[in-house]
T-cell receptor
């Protein structure tokens, strides 16, 4: 079956702009999580959605937001982009979102803010 | 809060050498522990996991044992191959608020880059 699909793969944006990233989970998976990966900070949890509800949120400013649709697809939005938002954004899906469930990751969206 | 500490890289080994990548954690409760691998240009893949103390996860010749007494989950492989060159991440699954149901988030180490030379 198809894996986790993230679009676009690469983005270049200017400071102050906003951006929307998309994630299509594996069919049947209801939990979608987002992570930011940077060389200095490693992987940082952004938020997790399950059945269209945000269940968990990391320590990021309100400029970072997300949502999940009824088909489990998820989007994350970053407004008023800053240079420090340049990172690889990873989406992961899992079957039920339990602590034991394996998370399957997409290849990520590489965001560059100039 | 919960945290994961893993040894810094890069680690450079010759083919067939023994590999150990150390990982220790701090957590309340009883987290699940994971090793993920990221090959060049690819996304993260689950390598192995352990869900309770003394469990041993294993896959592709790699193994790690969940040691509650030392709060460790070290990754080992007896004989590495060039194809094992990648970045390895140790992670724990935070159960979050039990009252909120089975929600979860992964807390990550910073990753250890492994290069295996022929």
């Amino acid at each position: 079956k198809a894996g986790v699909t993230q679009t676009p793969r690469y983005l270049i944006k200017t400071r102050g702009q906003q951006v929307t990233l998309s994630c299509s989970p594996i069919s049947g998976h209801r939990s979608v999580s987002w992570y930011q990966q940077t060389p200095g900070q490693g992987l940082q949890f952004l938020f997790e959605y399950f059945s269209e509800t945000q269940r968990n949120k990391g320590n990021f400013p309100g400029r970072f937001s997300g949502r999940q649709f009824s088909n489990s697809r998820s989007e994350m939005n970053v407004s008023t982009l800053e240079l420090g938002d340049s990172a690889l954004y990873l989406c992961a899906s899992s079957l039920a979102g339990t602590v034991y469930a394996e998370a399957f990751f997409g290849q990520g969206t590489r965001l560059t803010v100039v | 809060g919960d945290s994961v500490t893993q040894m810094e890289g890069p680690v450079t080994l010759s083919e067939e050498a023994f590999l150990t990548i150390n990982c220790t954690y701090t957590a309340t409760g009883y987290p699940s522990l994971f090793w993920y691998v990221q090959y060049p240009g690819e996304g993260l893949q689950l390598l192995l996991k352990a869900t309770k103390a003394d469990d041993k996860g294993s896959n592709k010749g790699f193994e790690a044992t969940y040691r509650k007494e030392t709060t460790s989950f070290h990754l080992e492989k007896g004989s590495v191959q060039v194809s094992d060159s990648a970045v390895y991440f140790c992670a724990l699954s935070d159960q979050g608020s039990l009252n909120a149901g089975n929600n979860r988030k992964l807390i990550w180490g910073l990753g250890t880059s492994l290069a295996v030379n022929p």
